[in-house]
C-alpha cells in the first residue's frame, strides 16, 4: 500500500517562489515515471509535470519556464520547484505515478497565490 503524503504549500504574493515535497512509501519509487497535478476550484485535476525513472522531465505548456520537476531516489521524494507564481496557479497540488493505473490520492497541498 503506497502512502503519498505532499507538503509544502501556502500563501505567497505573485512572483513569489514555493518548493513543494513528496513522499512515497510503500513502494520502490525510483522504478516508476512520477507527476504532479494540480486541481484549482471547480476544475478537473490536470497534469502539471512529468518525469520519467532516468530523470527526463516534461511540463505544461502555462508552466514552462517557471516550475521545474526533480525527484530525489534515495529519499523516495518527488520535488517541484514553483517560481514567479501567478493567481493561475493557485490549486491543491498532488503527487503519484504518471502511468494508467495510479496509487490513491494523497490530501494534496494546497498554493494560494494572491496579493
Known amino acids: 500500500q503506497v502512502q503519498l503524503v505532499e507538503s509544502g504549500g501556502g500563501l505567497v504574493h505573485p512572483g513569489g517562489s514555493l518548493r513543494l515535497s513528496c513522499t512515497a512509501s510503500g513502494s520502490i519509487f525510483n522504478i516508476f515515471h512520477m507527476a504532479w497535478y494540480r486541481q484549482a476550484p471547480g476544475k478537473e485535476r490536470e497534469l502539471v509535470a512529468t518525469?520519467?525513472?532516468?530523470?527526463?522531465?516534461n511540463l505544461t505548456d502555462s508552466v514552462k519556464g517557471r516550475f521545474t520537476i526533480s525527484r530525489d531516489n534515495t529519499k523516495s521524494t518527488l520535488y517541484l520547484q514553483m517560481n514567479s507564481l501567478k493567481p493561475e496557479d493557485t490549486a491543491i497540488y498532488y503527487c503519484?505515478?504518471?502511468?494508467?493505473?495510479?496509487?490513491?490520492w494523497g490530501q494534496g497541498t494546497q498554493v494560494t497565490v494572491s496579493s
Open positions: 518525469i520519467t525513472a532516468g530523470g527526463l522531465t
Open positions: 503519484n505515478k504518471r502511468a494508467s493505473i495510479l496509487w490513491a
